[in-house]
């Protein structure tokens, strides 16, 4: 029976008095099919009820189990213990996010600022009598940011977040372009000042750890860049888009 070995960080950072320490558990499964979230159900169910992990639709499309897996950002149940290189399993929290304990970030702050830009649709004219239509054209744009799915995994990785507290960061300003690009939106000048300035797109260095950093393989650079193109255009000639 194949086996796994998880090296998990643990710490509880409100017991001031125990030092950060990593925990070993060997992990028997049948098959090909154990993702990572799954080895952390059986240790935390067989091997160490205390282990503490956020999870929430086992497929890949709430980003709530995003960790740090044998170096690299992914999805802890989409990753397949069989796809990493060995059978070694190192697990960490998200780096650089604060920690509530083991696996949990606290993601107040992250959430905070993706509120910050009213991700949501606005329309400010009268409600239309039947739905609002879009081409394939204008619902084409919206193909790479819709698929978001806020995980953390971008604002992690971005130096410009390490270095400026208060900078939105890649997946605020990402789902800022989102609506941005929606042809039924009627909100771009009750936006631009919320993103076109030092705390927003003009902190961006392009990077790019963000790209690289993904596990939807999005590009929040793009849409940045994006961003700030459109409020050159709006500052100098006044145009919505």
Not at 83 to 94: A, D, F
């Amino acid at each position: 029976m194949p086996e796994a070995i998880f090296r998990i960080k643990r710490h509880d950072p409100h017991k001031k008095e125990e030092a950060p320490r990593w925990d070993e558990f060997k992990v028997q499964y049948e098959g090909e099919n154990l993702t990572v979230l799954e080895g952390l159900f059986y240790i935390q169910e067989n091997l160490d009820g205390s282990l503490s992990f956020r999870y929430c639709c086992r497929a890949s499309i709430c980003g709530s189990c995003a960790m740090y897996i044998n170096g690299a950002y992914r999805l802890a149940c989409q990753t397949n213990v069989r796809h990493l290189t060995g059978n070694i399993v190192t697990v960490e929290p998200m780096p650089r996010l604060p920690l509530v304990k083991d696996l949990v970030c606290e993601m107040d702050d992250f959430f905070a600022k993706y509120e910050y830009i009213k991700p949501w649709l606005i329309r400010n004219s009268k409600d239309p009598d039947r739905e609002i239509m879009q081409s394939p054209a204008d619902r084409h744009k919206l193909n790479m940011p819709v698929d978001c799915i806020l995980c953390g995994c971008c604002y992690s990785s971005c130096p410009s977040v390490w270095g400026e507290d208060n900078y939105l960061g890649p997946a605020a300003l990402l789902k800022a372009y989102r609506f941005e690009v929606d042809s039924r939106d009627e909100a771009r000048r009750e936006r631009l000042p919320l993103f076109a300035n030092e705390r927003g797109v003009y902190r961006c260095h392009t990077i790019m750890n963000c790209v690289e950093a993904c596990p939807k393989e999005l590009s929040p650079t793009e849409g940045i860049q994006w961003l700030k193109k459109a409020a050159v255009r709006r500052r100098l000639f006044g145009r919505a888009k």
